[in-house]
């Protein structure tokens, strides 16, 4: 884990190793998210007997609203079709958790921090630990169910006549494909447009807003993009998957999907795992009264993110502010961030020294991480 594996702990949690890896098939890794290790291995522990069935989101589109509902595949071939992220709730997880573990004697379960808690406590209270695998997901926030409608406005589409949406996918860091009944052909838009477009920064609710757990620490393994590191040769390769080994039964399932040829992967530095969004998310809040669970101290920047969450919020909430809400975003809303950020740097806070400590760590090793990568995946690039 090299040195600064007791540094790492104290902001992402417990963990044994840390690997960036990608799935062996190209159609797989294509159409992830990011690099396809979690159908990878689920599609590995449903074809070697690891597990009977797993439980996976789907995503579901009425007029504009997305949400998702949780399904139980016992057909590996079929997981394919569930690969990729989901940007809005998803509902029904208590209900079906529960019929699995009814049914089945091993079950995998994906979960964001929020469900990867709820599974770790219930599966602790019917002291059945060994028969319950969580693949976790970092989690930033969840999106309403009509912040869809936003972006179909923002692009111009009419939300009640969209027919299929997927998140990501088709590389990384990917796009998002929208099937419109009036449109002659299929529409692609890029993460960055969409996400940063106002839509990923207020239309979450107060829970994902107050949650500190943005590496899922409840999880046998957290899967992650991978920013942290070099992205040209994650590019080129179709997309990569930044994981964190948390278990020793994580760490058994993960390398034995190495050896059966499921995935590749190599170790990296663990500090790689620490990701801004992490520490934003342990940073403790002024603007509320909760602050139980958060390790670092406030800031310029971790306050003002607050204040820009808050209006921002109000203005998302009602559908004729949303005109209000971009101009608020690209306007105010960064020159508040940047004016933050600057004094941060300036006074020298401790908030702006940790931020330093970490980004120094990760960039002096880049150069070494970019050439190792460049190795890697040579054979996966030319195949």
């Known amino acids: 884990m090299g040195d600064n594996s007791s540094f790492v702990k104290y902001f992402i949690g417990p963990f044994t190793k840390v690997f960036l890896a990608w799935a062996t098939d190209p159609r797989i890794r294509w159409g992830a998210a990011s690099g396809g290790v979690g159908t990878a291995i689920l599609t590995h522990m449903l074809k070697e007997g690891l597990v009977e069935a797993v439980i996976v989101p789907k995503l579901r589109v009425r007029k504009g609203f997305l ?3 949780w399904t139980i595949v016992k057909d590996p071939n079929e997981l394919g079709r569930f690969s990729g992220s989901i940007y809005a709730p998803t509902y029904g997880f208590a209900k079906v958790l529960r019929y699995a573990k009814d049914k089945f004697m091993r079950i995998a379960v994906t979960a964001l921090p929020c469900h990867a808690r709820a599974v770790r406590a219930l599966v602790k ?7 319950v695998f969580i693949v976790g997901l970092y ?5 309403a169910t009509y912040a869809f409608r936003y972006i179909a406005k923002l692009f111009r589409l009419s939300p009640n006549d969209i027919e299929f949406v997927k998140f990501r996918g088709n590389g990384w860091p990917g796009y998002m494909l929208i099937k419109s009944e009036k449109a002659e052909a299929d529409i692609w838009i890029p993460l960055s447009s969409y996400w940063d477009s106002g839509f990923g920064q207020y239309f979450y609710g107060l829970g994902c807003y107050l949650c ?3 590496t899922n620490i409840s999880a046998d393994i957290s899967l992650a993009d991978p920013w942290t590191l070099p992205p040209e040769p994650i590019k080129r390769l179709g997309g990569a998957t930044l994981v964190v ?3 020793r039964k994580g760490l058994d399932v993960f390398e034995d999907a190495v050896r059966a040829g499921y995935i590749k992967a190599v170790e990296i530095d663990p500090v790689y795992a620490i990701q801004s969004a ?21 800031s310029f920047s971790s306050i003002s993110q607050e204040l820009v969450y808050h209006i921002g919020r109000v203005l998302a909430s009602r559908e004729k502010l949303w005109t209000l809400l971009r101009l608020f975003h690209k306007t105010l809303a960064r020159i508040i961030m940047f004016a933050a950020s600057f004094l941060d740097y300036r006074l ?18 880049s150069e070494n991480v970019a050439r190792l990568l460049k190795e890697l995946f040579k054979e996966d690039l030319e195949g």
């Open 125 to 131: 209270s019917l002291r059945s630990e060994d028969d």
């Open 67 to 69: 949400y998702g509902v």
């Open 212 to 214: 500190n757990d943005h």
């Open 278 to 298: 992490t520490i934003y998310r342990l940073t403790k809040k002024v603007l509320v009264r909760n602050n139980q669970g958060y390790l670092l101290p406030p």
């Open 348 to 365: 020298g806070t401790r908030w702006a020294h940790i931020n330093r400590s970490i980004e120094l760590l990760q960039k002096a090793r």
């Open 245 to 247: 080994v948390r278990s």
């Open 139 to 143: 989690c930033n926030n969840t999106p």
